[in-house]
């Protein structure tokens, strides 16, 4: 077994070096189709550890009446203590509310001159659970704390939330179609380069097919030709996305922290990257088995 996949190796790379420049533009072609899957997985790794940042920190704010009775906090307490959605919470009372709200003015009290009584509410801060932080869960715990008596207002940053929700969305679609459409054009790729290889050994494909060699072994060095074309573009792709990011990163960081010194975010983790060298090879393998076939069917 491990003879023969030294030989099928050694005979796929003899293969790959005879095809010259259009092996070469083959495997520049899958390389430049995975820089751009690979700026899409980086795009949503980074985004991906900057919502579980924030939802780490994220936080509703349930607002109370002015007029609310102890009584009616203890019973929103035993409430919100119930709701499977919060993870925590903490109280701040009228008073906690203004000194907080001076210690934030600190040599700015003059402007709380003049106020009178107190304007600032008690609240709840509740954390909320994973799992309950999307858009749509939002809105229901809020629909339900809304209603509960004492409640004034509730705050979540409504619109930020649907905003980022949307985006993540859009960037996770976006990236799957470009991606979809660059997969199938790698594979017309390299099956465009195999197909040449099949047609330049035609007359030694059919000197094998009449000694009885079956579709499986004429079929077997190809593939893995094609593999070694896939796989050797999404590790140059890979390698050129890692000196990229090894010099634009520093940069990055500086002048936008959202992404990098916020989220603490290194390049792909290596179960992407091997799952990227995987796919480029089987990428190659599928467009290598769609010019083999062709051929053995005539």
């Given amino acids: 077994m491990v003879e023969k996949l030294k030989y099928l190796l050694a005979y ?17 072609s899958i390389a430049v189709s995975f820089v751009i899957i690979g700026m899409f ?48 919470f903490t109280f701040t009372s009228k008073e906690e509310a203004l000194t ?17 009584d107190n304007p600032l509410p008690a609240s709840f801060q509740l954390k909320i659970r994973e799992g309950y932080q999307s858009s749509e869960a939002l809105k229901t715990l809020s629909a339900y704390l809304s209603r509960l008596e004492g409640v004034e207002e509730i705050q979540y940053g409504q619109d930020w939330v649907e905003r980022m929700s949307q985006a993540v969305r859009i960037i996770k679609l976006l990236g799957a179609i470009i991606g979809s459409v660059l997969t199938l054009g790698s594979a017309m790729i390299v099956s465009n380069t195999i197909r040449l290889a099949v047609y330049a050994r035609a007359q030694e494909i059919e000197i094998m097919r009449l000694v009885g060699a079956t579709k499986a072994y004429i079929r077997a060095p190809f593939l893995v030709e094609g593999m070694l074309q896939g796989g050797l573009g999404a590790a140059l792709a890979l390698g ?8 634009v ?22 179960s992407i990257m091997v799952g990227l060298v995987v796919g480029g090879a089987a990428i190659g393998a599928l467009g290598s088995a769609m010019a083999v076939s062709r051929f053995l069917k005539t």
Avoid: C
């Avoid at 050129?240 to 990011?245: C, D, E, K, V, W």
């Fill in 249 to 270: 990163a520093p940069t990055f960081t500086v002048t936008s922290p959202l992404f990098l010194r916020t989220t603490g975010q290194g390049f792909m983790e290596s």
């Fill in 100 to 116: 907080n709200f001076r210690r934030e003015l600190k040599g700015q009290e003059s402007l709380l001159e003049g106020l009178g």
């Fill in 12 to 28: 796929a790379a003899t293969n790959l070096v005879r095809a010259g420049w259009g092996g070469l533009a083959s495997i520049a």
């Fill in 41 to 88: 997985v980086l795009l949503i790794q980074h985004i991906n550890a900057l919502v579980a940042q924030w939802q780490e920190q994220f936080q509703v704010s349930v607002f109370l009446d002015d007029q609310i009775t102890p009584l009616q906090i203890d019973m929103l307490k035993r409430r919100i203590e119930n709701e499977a959605a919060v993870k925590s």
């Fill in 240 to 247: 050129a996305l890692f000196a990229a990011y090894r010099f």
